[in-house]
């Protein structure tokens, strides 16, 4: 079956450190798409990151950069140098092809941040 | 501005109550979502279209109905609201091209008591 799965419901981190947020994924598909979304509390869904299977490097996207590790069917979020607005709830997601060739994004559940000063 | 645009932002209904999410965008993209989103809780597929006379169900459709008649509209229809349909709905677009992130309206707070 194909599924995101997110473990951390909390994470916490002081300002202006890293934190790495985690993300593994389920798919038999030899073609998918990974996706980071962040959900302030104002409630929009704002792209930050996106991964493709076939990518031999890493994403990287400012402070934000994916950690992708195929073998493990990992794709976690590692967000350098921390600031208090980063304070959110994250999601990691897969693109996944279903019927007719089309295809959708399914989500994990999502890991809330708190960036303290 | 090009983008995402829902409608209402806030709605009340009472149970058995029926209403329309509206969801519109500009940018001619033939991709669209409608998502959900419980307190707390990730985001689940409700329906999905890939063009002007193509829908097909998502994960959790029951209780739901779309059209998409033209390629720049997609509302939802709540037919007979149950309070379990509690929960903010999000309307997503995107182009045709693999890598294309899903572009996000701002979503829509609806409460059924």
């Known amino acids: 079956a194909q599924k995101i799965t997110q473990t951390q419901p909390g994470m916490f981190v002081q300002e202006k450190e890293a934190v790495t947020l985690d993300c593994t994924y389920d798919t038999s598909d030899p073609s998918y798409g990974l996706f980071w979304y962040k959900q302030p509390s104002s409630g929009e869904m704002i792209f930050l990151i996106y991964?493709?299977?076939?990518?031999?490097q890493n994403a990287t996207e400012g402070r934000y950069s994916l950690n992708f590790q195929k073998a493990r069917k990992s794709a976690n979020l590692v967000i350098s140098a921390s600031q208090l607005g980063d304070s959110a709830m994250y999601f990691c997601?897969?693109?996944?092809?279903?019927?007719?060739?089309?295809?959708?994004?399914?989500f994990g559940a999502g890991t809330r941040l708190a960036v303290h000063p | 501005n090009a983008g995402v645009t829902q409608t209402p932002k806030f709605r009340i209904l009472k149970i058995g109550q029926s209403m329309t999410l509206q969801c519109a965008q500009d940018?001619?993209?033939?991709?669209m979502y409608w998502y959900r989103q419980d307190p707390g809780m990730g985001l689940k597929l409700i329906y999905y279209?890939?063009?002007?006379?193509?829908?097909d169900k998502g994960e959790v459709p029951n209780g739901y109905n779309v059209s998409r008649s033209t390629t720049e509209d997609f509302p939802l229809r709540l037919e007979l609201a149950a309070p379990s349909q509690t929960s903010v709905y999000f309307c997503?677009?995107?182009?045709?091209?693999?890598?294309?992130?899903?572009?996000f309206g701002s979503g829509t707070q609806l409460s059924v008591l």
């Open positions: 991964q493709g299977s076939y990518d031999q």
């Open positions: 997601a897969m693109r996944v092809v279903i019927s007719g060739g089309y295809n959708k994004l399914i």
């Open positions: 940018m001619n993209h033939n991709y």
């Open positions: 279209s890939v063009g002007a006379g193509i829908t």
């Open positions: 997503a677009s995107r182009t045709d091209r693999v890598s294309e992130k899903l572009l």
